[in-house]
């Protein structure tokens, strides 16, 4: 079967670094899409990658390693607002996205 | 710019009751879908559409139908509601890359969320 695994909940204070992991069993890859949900909000989209290595954009990071099944997703300088879940999504060789649960991520002051 | 407009935002419908999901966009995206959101699971892909005319089957299809027109419009409808269909429904949007034969999703863009409640 198809399958996202990323942590169900993640706490971090406010200025700190936090890196949430997503690792995935997919029939087929075809690219990996980090996507940030605040609470009674529609997803937006964060980051694609499809190659192998680090993606940065701002504060924001993500990592895939095609070989491992693995990414993740590296937040900087957090901020009060960056409070949301951050949903893994995976491209199938059908090109269908496989989702994750999401992570919810707490930042504490 | 309003992207992807869904509509209602909340809905409460008795068991057995049908009903229409809106959803439209203007961005002339080929692709649209609809996805399910419940607790501790992830988005799931109930129907979805290549393009004006064609549409195909999600992953949990089962007491949904869709039919897309227009490229704008993108209905869903709930023929005879159940409780299991309670749930936070988005509508979603990309403009597939023409190498995938619009079948990749590329960047989504999501309508803001139908609340919908079956008693």
């Known amino acids: 079967g198809q399958n996202i695994d990323q942590p169900t909940e993640m706490t971090a204070t406010e200025g700190a670094i936090v890196q949430i992991n997503c690792t995935y069993q997919?029939?087929?890859?075809?690219?990996l899409f980090w996507y940030q949900q605040h609470a009674g909000e529609a997803p937006t989209f964060l980051s694609y990658?499809?190659l192998d290595g680090l993606e940065e954009k701002g504060r924001f990071s993500s990592f895939l390693s095609r070989s491992k099944g693995y990414s993740y997703l590296l937040l900087k300088e957090l901020q009060m607002k960056d409070s949301a879940s951050y949903l893994c999504?995976?491209?199938?060789?059908?090109?269908?996205?496989?989702w994750g649960a999401g992570t919810k991520l707490i930042i504490k002051p | 710019n309003a992207g992807v407009t869904q509509t209602p935002k909340f809905q409460v419908l008795k068991t057995g009751q049908s009903m229409t999901l809106q959803c439209a966009q203007d961005?002339?995206?080929?692709?649209m879908s609809w996805y399910r959101q419940d607790p501790g699971m992830g988005l799931r892909l109930i129907h979805y559409?290549?393009?004006?005319?064609?549409?195909d089957q999600g992953e949990v299809p089962n007491g949904y139908n869709v039919s897309r027109s227009t490229t704008e419009d993108f209905p869903l409808r709930l023929l005879s509601a159940a409780p299991s269909q309670t749930s936070v429904y988005f509508c979603?949007?990309?403009?597939?890359?023409?190498?995938?034969?619009?079948?990749?999703?590329?960047?989504?863009?999501f309508g803001e969320g139908s609340r919908l409640t079956v008693l």
């Open positions: 999504a995976v491209e199938d060789s059908n090109y269908q996205l496989i």
């Open positions: 990658n499809v």
């Open positions: 979603a949007s990309s403009y597939p890359p023409s190498t995938s034969g619009g079948r990749n999703t590329g960047e989504l863009f």
């Open positions: 997919t029939s087929g890859f075809n690219g």
């Open positions: 559409s290549v393009g004006a005319g064609i549409t």
């Open positions: 961005m002339n995206h080929e692709y």
